[in-house]
């Protein structure tokens, strides 16, 4: 059972514009998100969360943005940079922690 | 650098051989997790540590696959008579951790995993 969903298995943006990575969770029990972000032969290293009592997290050029209404988050990098390419993993917690399959980002120069 | 470490970085096998993997969590961290990534997929949810208590296990956890942490330290996992679809990456993550019994408001800190191929 997917619980957490990130429909676009890729993204390409050209740098300095924004990219918009989404995703869908469907426990209703989910009270804190989180991004990760995974470059090739490393594992996952947190980016920025969220608990449900916010609709709106900002730290950089990285916000993220809950709409529990919709059941669907969002993470928006402003300006993007080619160091941005890398794959990610959306996640929810509510007692374990679980991950969406990913959005593979790439940036382009 | 004191962050999740994780031995092997990877592991070629037979099938029906044992294998076993390690991972030592950041220090201060009470909880340790262990995930499987396999190509296309975010981490798969195995199982969780809060010192040496094993506090949640997965379906996904067959009975040929076990972990330990004995001293609330480093932890091991591993997998009897292994089978090609266990080939996948195995990662290992640690986190702060609270009271009680459940895992909310965690934020994990991963190691680079175990890559495991199963011939």
């Known amino acids: 059972d997917q619980q957490v969903k990130q429909n676009s298995p890729s993204l390409s943006v050209q740098e300095g514009r924004i990219s918009i990575l989404n995703c869908d969770y469907t426990?209703?029990?989910?009270?804190?998100f989180l991004w990760y972000k995974k470059y090739p032969a490393e594992g996952p290293t947190f980016l920025i969360s969220?608990?449900?009592?916010?609709d709106k997290n900002e730290d950089g050029r990285f916000t993220v943005f809950l709409n529990k209404s919709a059941k669907h988050l969002s993470l928006h990098i402003v300006p993007s940079q080619p160091g941005d390419s890398a794959v990610y993993f959306c996640?929810?917690?509510?007692?374990?922690?679980?991950f969406g399959a990913g959005t593979r980002l790439t940036v382009k120069p | 650098d004191t962050g999740v470490s994780q031995d092997p970085r990877h592991k070629i096998t037979k099938r029906g051989q044992n294998v076993t993997f390690r991972c030592d969590p950041i220090?201060?961290?009470?909880?340790l997790y262990w995930y499987r990534q396999t190509l296309g997929q975010g981490p798969e949810f195995l199982t969780y540590?809060?010192?040496?208590?094993?506090?949640?296990k997965s379906r996904l956890l067959s009975d040929r696959f076990s972990a330990e942490r004995p001293k609330g330290s480093f932890s091991t996992l591993e997998i009897q008579r292994t089978e090609q679809g266990d080939s996948a990456m195995y990662l290992c993550?640690?986190?702060?951790?609270?009271?009680?019994?459940?895992?909310?408001?965690?934020?994990?800190?991963f190691g680079s995993g175990t890559q495991l191929s199963v011939l």
């Open positions: 993550a640690s986190s702060l951790g609270g009271t009680g019994g459940t895992a909310t408001n965690e934020k994990l800190f």
């Open positions: 426990n209703s029990m989910f009270d804190y």
């Open positions: 969220i608990s449900s009592i916010k």
């Open positions: 996640a929810a917690s509510a007692g374990d922690m679980r």
């Open positions: 220090s201060e961290h009470n909880r």
């Open positions: 540590f809060q010192n040496e208590a094993q506090l949640e």
